[in-house]
């Protein structure tokens, strides 16, 4: 497994934006697609964003699309999630997720395909 550590979040206002992190150690990154999932209060963890393993392919949840952007860099072990025109609906823990696929443009929405999580990150939008 890999060992994941998001940053970046905190409270912003309505229509604001945001930028997640997460540092990835103890195994090879580019061998893990990555995914962003999101749980908040009273619901169940839901998938947001992924990104395959090249960073060629990229997936958002319906909720999200066209204002999230998942970016990778590999030289960095590191993922993005860019968050912009938040909506107090995306109030959540943010977890990030690595997912060891053997393919290098495969993204997976599936929980249970990603084997390691980060603690996760706070993200408060206020209305």
């Known amino acids: 497994q890999v060992q994941l550590v998001e940053s970046g979040g905190g409270l912003v206002q309505a229509g604001g934006s945001l930028s997640l992190s997460c540092a990835a150690s103890g195994r090879t990154f580019s061998m893990y697609a990555m995914g962003w999932f999101r749980q908040a209060p009273g619901k169940e963890r839901e998938f947001v964003a992924g990104?395959?393993?090249?960073?060629?392919?990229?997936y958002y949840g319906d909720s999200v699309k066209g204002r999230f952007t998942i970016s990778r860099d590999n030289a960095k072990n590191t993922v993005y999630l860019r968050m912009n025109s938040l909506k107090p609906d995306d109030t959540a823990v943010y977890y990030c997720a690595a997912d060891p696929t053997v393919s290098v443009l495969v993204v997976t929405t599936r929980r249970y395909e990603y084997d390691s999580w980060g603690q996760g990150t706070q993200v408060t939008v206020s209305s």
């Open positions: 990104i395959s393993r090249s960073g060629g392919s990229t």
